[in-house]
């Protein structure tokens, strides 16, 4: 179904379709002009290679700002500035009346070493996150249950649940983790909800691209050598391969 999510993305089917023909069809027309064009002064092997390093070496600078910033936008640039992986989020562990508490740490809940949220902004930040996805967790298990989808009449959202006595927990190994109590708004149970924050992982494409634009670059880099080299003897005085029409 349209809208709902295609082979596992979330991103409508004829969303991803429109946006993947758009990149190929970007890339046939500003790349593979270029590619004619140099194909028609070098030859289709160099042009491709003359091509190939420079759009891979153009790849490693942009995707050097996209992880390391360099001060692209002024004196505190951030990091990260292409396309992002996973962002840091709360993660819903177990749920229930009795859930079964996959970090030690959780069968103390409400107990020692758990600590409620103080008045920083950082703490305030983090009960927003906690009960956000608290609530979409719960709404989400819910519409399941019911067989009805997010955007169907009569599906629960995220305002139907309560969230409350949220409190967190740092483990040794440095893990955050938090906990809370939830219900239903129109009754039901108290339920019990841990959570663990993930951290991400926002840089990978940024790091994706730049490995493998630095590799590509440094497979490409000889064969253009060896290519011009050839040429250059040709220029001065060698013998030119047969000519069988435009390359």
């Not at 500035?81 to 809940?109: C, I, K, N, Q, S």
Request: glycine fraction near 12%; charge should be negative; aromatic fraction near 12%.
């Amino acid at each position: 179904m349209i809208g709902a999510g295609c082979l596992g993305f979330e991103i409508g089917c004829e969303t991803l379709i429109k946006g993947g023909l758009t990149v190929i069809m970007s890339f046939v027309l500003f790349v593979g002009s270029i590619l004619l064009v140099l194909a028609a002064v070098f030859g289709r092997r160099m042009g491709y290679l003359v091509l190939a390093v420079s759009f891979f070496g153009w790849m490693i600078i942009l995707s050097s700002l996209w992880t390391f910033g360099f001060f692209s936008q002024g004196l505190e640039t951030p990091v990260n500035l292409g396309p992002r992986g996973t962002e840091p989020a709360w993660v819903v562990e177990a749920a229930g009346t009795d859930p079964e508490p996959v970090f030690e740490a959780f069968a103390a809940y409400p107990g020692d070493g758990w600590r409620e949220p103080g008045d920083n902004d950082e703490d305030t930040a983090s009960v927003q996150s906690v009960t956000s996805a608290t609530q979409g967790f719960l709404a989400e298990q819910a519409n399941e249950e019911l067989g009805k989808g997010e955007h169907e009449p009569g599906a629960l959202t995220t305002t139907d649940f309560t969230v409350q006595n949220i409190e967190f927990f740092a483990t040794e190994d440095g893990v955050s983790l938090a906990a809370a109590h939830a219900f239903f708004a129109d009754g039901g149970p108290i339920l019990t909800v841990y959570l663990r924050h993930d951290s991400g992982s926002v840089d990978r494409y940024s790091w994706m691209f730049l490995i493998g634009s630095t590799l590509l670059f440094g497979a490409h880099l000889p064969f253009l050598d060896r290519a011009e080299r050839k040429r250059k003897e040709i220029l001065t005085g060698g013998t030119a391969p047969p000519w069988y029409g435009p390359a």
